[in-house]
Structure formats: structure tokens, C-alpha cells
């Protein structure tokens, strides 16, 4: 009853602690609690992501919440083995577990859940093999393992009949894709050792005959007589094309982009080569943007071998900025994955000389080469110390680049969501605050271009940070380059309620998607996901019911709580971002004002001194028994 599903949270609350310290255990009733709903008087979900729940999950708490639907626990710290009494929450459809510490192999007793809809455990230190289990889940949609330490072969049987969504990249996983699995794209598996369909089939180029459709068999003596000799000379002439080939490539020998075509693709691992090197969710290993790009353009013929046509494309840079590297250079340089977004692959390249840039494939763009280049001169003249800058770009047919800047502490998201366990540097209020005002101004100045001009995709991934944290916004005017089947649809979270063009973005939208951006900043929470619609947090509807409630200090990521004298400057930036994100336009202020506001609150935050205190548990007991 909801008497034994109470005790059974509090033995969570005392188990893995975190925001969980915030339910008021005077309460009869667990109904109410942050992150737990009820049915029929029983609880039926439980969402505590991003909590800084920290330790292992204890047994007995899950063998009593034997009604519960939902389970989010992603984005902890948390650690040990799954409990085995989580068998009886036999209701069970949603399980969120990713971005913990979890370990061990997936146990047996999930596949005993039959109900299960969404499994999530990417990001995890799940290690073993991939079970024939999950073929029991004859509901499962959903099934992400991604970044795990998964070994082992799939057995080819695998087959879970309703699987949608399904990703294992970056485990340590070798053999052939299932058949069933096949018609997953390389996004679903890539970093691992795998062959066969959607890779290269796992026996080189052999390709097997295909069965003549009228029977080999009733074919007579001399039409097989006439093939043996067709073939023996096709084989000669073969032959004596290949020797001549040959004899002038010697005299002729230059490297070139063509010869740099040849490194292997990554994508496709030859089992038995994978190296250890994916560790902290890196995808590169050593795989050059330039061999991708030279492949392209060798196998389109526009870069000649010897450079005499005079066809090859060069790189285009912006402004006086000097040209310190040429095509040559990033052909030559190494690279590795950064990520994926919705325009291209991004790669962080390093140049013989040392520069180090990032360079962003496009895909998908569809205008001719005068509209890009018109397009791409606009984003290149945009100069503000707050947008990262765009050096340079290369145009050809099947291959679009564009070089930035690279920005050594990656992404305002990776910060905020990355790596949660021991060696992070806390983001204090200093940080966050100025990171806030600088991203303001970047997106400031983009606005003050002209009443058109609006960013269309401000979410934490696009503010990267230089070495000193200085915010920078990046990826501005790339939605007019690229064709409609790539406009942004992550960023569900962030978009204003009017946009339904995902490429007709408002400046007042994107004023929403920065509210939602100081939300994030303000919390550690990570706004909903479109990809895993059932999950994630509708951060300013989640904000205002709490602060309706006047429990202010409980949407604060406790980190920040550390700083207990700053709380007066937090609300205040909190009601701004609350401003922002207003479901009516006209109500919100405008970029220019957004950046007012933060000077000035951080004006009065900085004219005290203030002492961090780093005693986070008293700190929250504080708070809780106001
Ligand atoms: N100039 C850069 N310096 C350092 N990291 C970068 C740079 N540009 C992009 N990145 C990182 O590379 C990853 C992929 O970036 P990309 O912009 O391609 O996608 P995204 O921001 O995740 O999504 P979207 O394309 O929808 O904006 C991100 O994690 C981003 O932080």
C-alpha cells in the first residue's frame, strides 16, 4: 500500500540522498514529493534525473514499489550493481538509467519484465555480453546501451520485435550485426568492432555469386566451353591493363589527396583492430576529416593528383585573418569526432604546425554554391567576442566544410551534463553567472544585425567555453544552409510553444530558448529531449510549479546551493529566465534588456565578498526546514 511504497522511499532517500533530502518526511502521504506520482493510491512513477543521488541502490526499496510504471534515475552518480528486487516491479515500462556509474552485467531478472517499453542504460559501466534475454521483451521500443563496456559477439538470434530506437555505440562489441538488427543505420553502432550490414560484409569484397534464375544446370558443353575462354581472356586483358597501370604509376610516384583517400574508414572496424581508446565517450581514433573529404573529392576527380588542372577547390577564409593553413593542411591533419549535430559532424582537427581547429561537415545542403557562399559570407562577418568565429570554408559538390575556432573546454552542456564524478570542477556562481552574461551578448549581438536576424538553435550544446570559460555561441545562420530534413529536432526543450517552423525563428524565440538556457544553468537539469519524448524535464513548467509553491531554493542545482550568499542574485536571475521563457512572445523582454538584467545582477552579486561554504549536507538541511 502507499504506506509501504512511503518507507520504501525514504530508505531510498536515506540510501542515495541528493535532492531526495528535500521531501518533507512529515508528510503522511509520498504523494506530493518532487518526482513521484501516484494512481489508485499507490505510486506509480518515480522521477529523480539530475538529483545528485549518489552510492549504491539499495535492495527492499524496489520489491515494495510493485505498482510503479516509471523509473528515472539518469543523470546521477550512481554506482554498484543493479538490485535484484527491481524484478518486482513487475509494471514496469520505462526505465531510465543512463549517465550513472552502474556496473556489473545487465541482469538477468529485466528480461523477466515483460511490460518494459523504453530501457535506457547508455552511459553506464555495464560490462558483459548482449543476452538473448531481451528477445523476451516483446514490447520493448526502446533500447539504448551506448557508451557501456559491452563485450562480446550478438548472438545472431537476437531479435526483439518491436525494437524502434536501438543503439550500442561505443562499447568494446566484435562479430556480425544480427539480421534482425540490420536495418539500423552505422549511428546505432558504431565504435565497436562490427561487421556485416549496415558495415562492410564481415569477408572482405568476396561477393558470392548470385543463383542464375533459369538454373545453371541446363546449360550445355559448349556454352560452358564458351565461357572458360571468355573468362581466361578477360583475365589476360585484366592483366596487361594492370601492368601497364603499374609501369607509369612508378615513374609518376607524388603523394597526394588521392593516396591520403585510401586511409581506412573508421566506421568500418576490422574485428581484431579496435584499441582501448573510447574511453571518457571519445568516438575518434585518429580518423581524419581529411581522408573523408579527400575521398569525396578524389573520387569526384576535382582534385588533381598533380595539381596541374588547376580544378582543385581551395578554402575560403573570412577577414584579414591570415591564411595559415591551406586545404593541403587539413587534408593532412589528424582528427577526431567531436559529435554529431543536426547540420554535419563536427571534428576536432590538429594541423602539422600545431593549430588546432574545428571543422563541421555539412550535410544535407541543398542551395547551389552562390546562395552558400552568400549565406556563409554573412555568417563569416559576424565579429563579437561572445560567437565563436567561422575562419574558413570549402564548397564542393559532396563535400561542404566549415573551420572554426576550436574551443578547448567544449560545450556549456558537456559542463553542466558530462562527467558528474570526482575531479569535476564544481560550477560555482561565478562561473555560471558570467557564462550567462557572455552567451547573453553573443546572442545580443546577432539580434542587433537586424529585426530578421535570430540565432534558431540556442540550447547549452551550441555555447562552448574557451580555456578561461569565457561563453561563446556557435552555430549561428547554419538552419538556411541545409535542406528541411535537417532541421533541429533536439531541441524540443528549448523551442518556444509559436515556432513550428524549425527554421523560422523569431528573435523573441530565441529570448525563450535562452530562458530555458538559464533555467538549465540555474538547475544542472537538462531540458526534455524530442528523442526520448516520455523523458525528461519541461524545465520551465517544472520551474513554475515549484516556485509557485514558494519552494525556490529546490529548482537550484545544489551545487550552486553551496553559495548560500549569492541566493538573492539566483532569484533574481531565476525571474529573468522565467521572463523569458513567458508562453506569450510579446511578453517576453528583448535580448538587449535580457543583457541589462544580468549586468546588473551580477553587479550586486560581486560587490560583496562572498566565502563559498563547502558544507553541501548542512547547507541543504538548511533550506529544507525553512
Ligand atoms: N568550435 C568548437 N570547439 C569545440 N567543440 C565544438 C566546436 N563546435 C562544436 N563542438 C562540439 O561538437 C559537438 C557537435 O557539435 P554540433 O554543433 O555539430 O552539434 P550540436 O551542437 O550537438 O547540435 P546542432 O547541430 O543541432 O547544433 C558538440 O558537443 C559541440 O559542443
Redesign the pocket.
Known amino acids: 500500500d502507499l504506506g509501504s511504497d512511503r518507507s520504501a522511499l525514504l530508505a531510498l532517500r536515506s540510501a542515495v540522498g541528493g535532492r531526495t533530502l528535500f521531501w518533507n518526511a512529515t508528510e503522511a502521504s509520498p504523494c506530493s514529493w518532487v518526482g513521484v506520482n501516484c494512481e489508485g493510491n499507490r505510486v506509480t512513477v518515480l522521477r529523480l534525473p539530475a538529483m545528485a543521488l549518489s552510492g549504491q541502490l539499495p535492495t527492499g526499496v524496489f520489491g515494495n514499489l510493485t505498482r510503479v510504471r516509471t523509473i528515472s534515475l539518469r543523470f546521477n552518480a550512481l554506482t554498484g550493481q543493479l538490485p535484484t528486487d527491481l524484478a518486482s516491479c513487475v509494471n514496469l515500462r520505462n526505465l531510465y538509467l543512463q549517465g550513472n556509474f552502474f556496473s556489473g552485467e545487465i541482469p538477468n531478472f529485466l528480461f523477466t519484465l515483460r511490460d518494459l517499453v523504453r530501457l535506457n542504460l547508455a552511459s553506464n559501466k555495464f560490462s558483459g555480453g548482449i543476452s538473448l534475454g531481451f528477445n523476451n521483451l516483446t514490447r520493448l521500443r526502446t533500447l539504448f546501451l551506448e557508451n557501456n563496456q559491452l563485450t562480446g559477439t550478438f548472438p545472431p538470434q537476437f531479435d526483439v520485435p518491436k525494437l524502434e530506437q536501438f543503439n550500442v555505440s561505443n562499447n568494446l562489441l566484435n562479430g556480425s550485426v544480427p539480421v534482425k538488427l540490420q536495418s539500423f543505420t552505422k549511428d546505432s553502432f558504431l565504435g565497436n568492432s562490427l561487421c556485416g550490414r549496415p558495415f562492410e560484409s564481415c569477408f572482405g569484397n568476396v561477393t558470392i555469386p548470385e543463383e542464375n534464375g533459369n538454373g545453371g544446370k541446363n546449360l550445355s558443353g559448349g556454352a560452358i566451353a564458351g565461357i572458360v575462354i571468355g573468362s581466361v581472356l578477360a583475365f589476360l586483358l585484366i592483366l596487361v591493363i594492370l601492368i601497364v597501370l603499374c609501369r607509369k604509376k612508378n615513374s609518376n610516384k607524388k603523394t597526394s589527396a588521392v593516396d591520403i583517400a585510401t586511409v581506412k574508414h573508421p566506421e568500418v572496424e576490422i574485428p581484431g583492430e579496435k584499441t582501448g581508446e573510447i574511453e571518457n565517450g571519445g568516438y575518434g581514433n585518429g580518423y581524419s576529416v581529411a581522408a573523408a573529404a579527400a575521398a569525396a573529392m578524389a573520387g569526384n576527380g576535382k582534385v588533381e593528383a598533380n595539381g596541374a588542372g588547376g580544378v582543385a577547390k581551395k578554402l575560403v577564409f573570412f577577414g584579414n585573418a591570415a591564411r595559415v593553413f591551406d586545404l593541403e593542411d587539413l587534408l593532412r591533419a589528424s582528427a577526431e569526432v567531436?559529435?554529431?549535430?543536426?547540420?554535419?559532424?563536427?571534428y576536432k582537427a590538429v594541423l602539422e604546425m600545431g593549430t588546432v581547429v574545428?571543422v563541421?561537415r555539412l550535410k544535407d545542403v541543398t542551395i547551389s554554391e552562390r546562395e552558400f557562399k552568400e549565406k556563409i559570407e554573412a555568417v563569416g562577418a559576424m565579429d563579437h567576442e561572445n560567437l565563436?568565429p567561422l575562419r574558413a570554408y570549402y564548397y564542393s559538390r559532396d563535400e561542404k566544410l566549415l573551420v572554426?575556432?576550436?574551443?578547448t573546454m567544449?560545450?556549456l552542456s558537456?559542463l553542466l551534463h558530462g562527467n558528474k564524478g570526482a575531479g569535476r570542477t564544481p560550477l560555482n556562481w561565478e562561473i555560471r553567472s558570467a557564462i550567462a552574461l557572455g552567451a547573453a551578448r553573443g546572442v545580443e549581438y546577432l539580434h542587433s544585425q537586424g529585426p530578421n536576424v535570430s540565432h534558431g538553435?540556442i540550447k547549452s550544446?551550441?555555447i562552448?567555453l574557451t580555456k578561461s570559460y569565457d561563453a561563446r555561441v556557435?552555430?549561428f545562420g547554419l538552419a538556411h544552409l541545409v535542406g528541411p530534413s535537417s532541421t533541429?529536432n533536439?531541441v524540443a526543450g528549448y523551442r518556444a510553444p509559436e515556432v513550428t517552423d524549425p527554421r523560422k525563428v523569431s528573435q523573441k524565440a530565441d529570448v525563450y530558448s535562452f530562458g530555458v538556457l538559464l533555467l538549465e544553468l540555474l538547475t544542472g537539469k537538462a531540458p526534455t529531449h524530442a528523442l526520448l519524448n516520455e523523458e525528461g524535464v519541461d524545465l520551465p513548467r517544472w520551474v513554475q510549479s515549484i516556485v509557485r509553491e514558494e519552494w525556490t531554493s529546490e529548482v537550484f542545482d545544489l551545487e550552486l546551493l553551496r553559495y548560500q550568499n549569492v541566493e538573492e542574485e539566483m532569484v533574481q536571475l531565476l525571474q529573468l529566465a522565467v521572463d523569458c521563457a513567458a508562453p506569450y512572445p510579446d511578453k517576453r523582454p528583448s535580448m538587449a534588456e535580457v543583457v541589462m538584467r544580468i549586468e546588473e545582477l551580477r553587479r550586486s552579486s560581486l560587490r560583496e565578498d562572498h566565502d563559498p561554504q563547502p558544507d553541501l549536507i548542512n547547507d541543504t538541511e538548511d533550506i529544507s526546514s525553512r
Do not use: C, E
Open positions: 567531436l559529435g554529431k549535430g543536426t547540420f554535419g559532424t563536427a574545428a563541421k565563436v572554426h575556432d576550436y574551443m567544449g560545450s558537456a538553435n550544446s551550441n562552448l556557435s552555430d533541429p533536439r
